[in-house]
């Protein structure tokens, strides 16, 4: 295995960065390896997410676990904001991840990546690649690409947290919700009865005032 010491940006403003590897980013490597080590400048978090990509497609990454803390052989420079300034920060100790390798179908580029979360919201993603140019090794007996993805916990804590299978559907509305505005209500029939029973009064009325403009002169005459 080669070790080696990757470039990080200066300013690095996030926290967490990945520090060294091993294999180092664009080294070549002869012999066989079991594990691609990673340092970071903080401990990844137990919900961290990490693979290995042979150059065939497949994934050859078996599972990863958390390494003894060491000094790293060169500091880090990484920024906080202080009272409205960025101040550096040199990180001395790097926190080790060993991702472990399944197996090397073929030489050529491998292409690792991590996914995490530092302790102040950070994002921690990225990745870096070698080239292997040693035999090649045969699979382990029943092995599966792995086809794992970032777990929920990852994606909550970077605040993309999705919607649990399991929520509980809206309640319905109640039944006496607003009518939608374009509804119509449907137009009452009339009934013709109720016409009848103010109009035959009103035409008796008429009738006898018709009556006594005509009987009333003519009793006048006679009497006359």
Same mark, same amino acid.
């Given at each position: 295995?080669?070790?080696?010491?990757?470039?990080?940006?200066?300013?690095?403003?996030?926290?967490?960065?990945?520090?060294?590897?091993? !294999?180092?980013?664009?080294?070549?490597?002869?012999?066989?390896?079991?594990?691609?080590?990673?340092?970071?400048?903080?401990?990844?978090?137990?919900?961290?997410?990490?693979?290995?990509?042979?150059?065939?497609?497949?994934?050859?990454?078996?599972?990863?676990?958390?390494?003894?803390?060491?000094?790293?052989?060169? !500091?880090?420079?990484? $920024?906080?904001?202080?009272?409205?300034?960025?101040? !550096?920060?040199? $990180?001395?100790?790097?926190?080790?991840?060993?991702?472990?390798?399944?197996?090397?179908?073929?030489?050529?580029? $491998?292409?690792?990546?991590?996914?995490?979360?530092?302790?102040?919201?950070?994002?921690?993603?990225?990745?870096?690649?070698?080239? $292997?140019?040693?035999?090649?090794?045969?699979?382990? !007996?029943?092995?599966?690409?792995?086809?794992?993805?970032?777990?929920?916990?990852?994606?909550?804590?970077?605040?993309?947290?999705?919607?649990?299978?399991?929520?509980?559907?809206?309640?319905?509305?109640?039944?006496?919700?607003?009518?939608?505005?374009?509804?119509?209500?449907?137009?009452?029939?009339?009934?013709?009865?109720?016409?009848?029973?103010?109009?035959?009064?009103?035409?008796?009325?008429?009738?006898?005032?018709?009556?006594?403009?005509?009987?009333?002169?003519?009793?006048?005459?006679?009497?006359?």
């Amino acid at each position: 295995m080669l070790a080696g010491l990757l470039a990080v940006p200066s300013p690095a403003l996030a926290h967490g960065t990945l520090a060294t590897s091993t !294999p180092a980013q664009g080294s070549t490597v002869s012999e066989r390896i079991d594990a691609v080590s990673m340092s970071f400048t903080e401990k990844p978090a137990a919900f961290a997410h990490f693979t290995i990509t042979a150059p065939t497609g497949v994934r050859v990454d078996a599972g990863w676990s958390h390494g003894e803390p060491a000094q790293l052989a060169k !500091p880090v420079r990484e $920024y906080q904001l202080q009272d409205g300034e960025w101040k !550096p920060l040199l $990180y001395t100790t790097g926190y080790p991840v060993n991702v472990a390798v399944s197996h090397l179908p073929a030489p050529g580029t $491998y292409k690792v990546t991590y996914h995490s979360v530092a302790s102040d919201g950070d994002k921690v993603k990225g990745d870096f690649s070698f080239i $292997y140019e040693g035999a090649v090794t045969p699979a382990p !007996p029943g092995w599966k690409a792995p086809a794992d993805q970032p777990k929920p916990e990852l994606l909550a804590a970077e605040g993309h947290a999705q919607p649990s299978a399991a929520a509980p559907a809206p309640a319905p509305a109640p039944a006496s919700a607003p009518v939608p505005a374009q509804a119509r209500p449907e137009p009452v029939a009339q009934d013709d009865s109720s016409v009848w029973t103010w109009l035959v009064p009103v035409l008796l009325i008429v009738a006898l005032g018709l009556c006594a403009l005509l009987v009333v002169p003519q009793l006048r005459r006679r009497k006359s």
